[in-house]
Every structure is written in structure tokens, then in C-alpha cells.
């Protein structure tokens, strides 16, 4: 964490400030503007929930790289955090909806989690072999899109799944083919676009609306059209105008795109090379890059334009259907 003031209020087209110093192949995914006695809450794969105060959080510079999670929260072996989310309360409206690989969701009230404890909660009840692969704050009202390795993608309404205590399993979100899995789950607003990545750099962008609203449980419909040289789906994202991505390959190699220069397809459509990679490399992941407008609107002027340099471096029991 860093003070607001370090970023001084800029005019439009103003020389931009270095945020954060990284480490190659790294990226700034989330920035949530707080003061210190935010929560910061944090959802692991193995489907547990940490909270910090913004305060206990370490203060650093623009120059600094920050402090590696581990060293902050009780994390357990092969353990990673798979979703962040910023409060200032729990409104009693506000819902938890977690995904799992194996195409489970679960909801559960915000306020659920408005826990001191150090040592973490226990946020869904996992079988052998799954895990969280996402977390979104949602009002009850949302729609929600799960998308699977083999192209499918559901979309459907968030009042299907009833509110569960934390320690359940939660119900069926998407009924998956042998051998799949979901990679993502995002809130399917009407007027965004769903974007999906292969393995070998092909993606396109498609409007939320031309994805159907099913029932939960379904097979849901095809999001891409596979050749064999493609790959299958590494990843999807739901888009606006004038945000922007970023793209890390197994080998190192990042991109940054902008989602106005994706091309709109349809559904079941074959996508366009979006990466370019060398031999036998692969898309690994993707991520939306973290947006700073907005930022110098709310920050004084001060602090130097150029970087310094680096300083060294559920109700317990078997929710299922």
C-alpha cells in the first residue's frame, strides 16, 4: 500500500508515474483505492477466506515491489490466492459467489465473512481434487457466465443459486463433459463482452447478449469454434470498452493488449491470433490490467513525476445437485 498523495493530480495527456516496481513478467491486476481501516479480503484456490486491514498492510514507495503474500497470510502448501476484494462494510444486499474447476458455485451472504479471525475461514467444503478458481461480490440480481476449457459457456441468473452458510458445497453452476473444466467465471452484464483466449494466441471478444440465459445445471452452448492448432481455452474475461489486458505466455513473454482492438465476433466463431508465440510456447493466463484513471482525481498535488529507482532490490453438510 502506498498514500494517495503519492500521485499528484495530472492534466489529460500529462507524463504518466511509475506505480509499482516490478519484476519482469510481472503486472498489477487489482488497485482499490481505501483508507486504512478497510478490509482487504482474500479467497484461495483450496476455498478458504483471509482478511486484513488496509493498515496492516505493508507501506512502501512507487520504487518499492511490495511484500510477497505468503509472508502475510497463513497460507498452506501449493495454496494461492485466486481472488481479492476490497470493503468497507457488509452490506446485508451483498452476496459472495465462488465457481470451482469442477463446475460447482456457491453464494453466501458478504456479511458471512466479517471475521476477525487471523487464521482464515473455511469458505466452501471442497471434494478431492477441486478447488476455487474465482470469487465476485454480487448484488443477488446479477447474471453470471461460467466458461470451460472446451469452449462452453453458460450464462444464467444468480437467483438460481439460494443463498448457502460457508462451510457447504454449494450446487451445479455448469454441467461439464468428461475431461472438462471451467477456467472462469465473470458477471454477465448485458452491455459487456465476453473475451476468451486459446492456448496458441487466437481470441475474440463476444457481446453478453448473444450468450442465451439458461437455468443452472446446463451444458450451456459453444463459445468458439476449435481447429486443432488453436489449443483449447486458457482463459475469459468479461470485457468493456477501453480496458485493457495483459497476456503472460509459459515462457515469459507478456503482452499488453487493448480490448478495443479485439475483433466483435459471434459465438461459435474461430477467433483471431491476438499473441504471438514462438514454437512450442503457450498462453499461460490472463488478467485485466489494473486502471489508474480516476486516481490523480482523488490524490493531491504532490510527489516527483519520475521513479526513484528501486529501494533494493457452510451450514456443515452436502449442498450438491
Known sequence: RLPINTYRT????GRRVVGMNLKEGDFVEHLFIASTHHYIHFFSNHGRAYRLKVYELPEGSRASRGQALVNLLPLSAGEKICSVIATKDYPEDSYLVMATRNGLVKKTLFASYDSPRKDGLIAISLLEG????DTRLTSGDDDLVLVTRSGQAIRFSEADCRPMGRDTRGVRGINLSPGDEVIAMGIA??????FVITERGYGKRTAISRYPKHRRGGKGVRTISFTGEKGLLVGARVVRENQELMAISVDGVVIRMSVDDISRM???TQGVRVMNLRGEDRVASIAHLASQEGLAE???DLGPEEPEGPEGEAETGEEQD
Not at 10 to 13: K, L, M, S, T
Not at 189 to 194: T, V
Request: glycine residues 10%.
Open 10 to 13: 495530472q492534466r489529460r495527456g
Open 130 to 133: 477441486d478447488e476455487v478458481i
Open 189 to 194: 452484464d448485458q452491455d459487456a463482452d465476453l
Open 266 to 268: 459471434g459465438r461459435a
Open 298 to 300: 482523488s490524490a493531491e
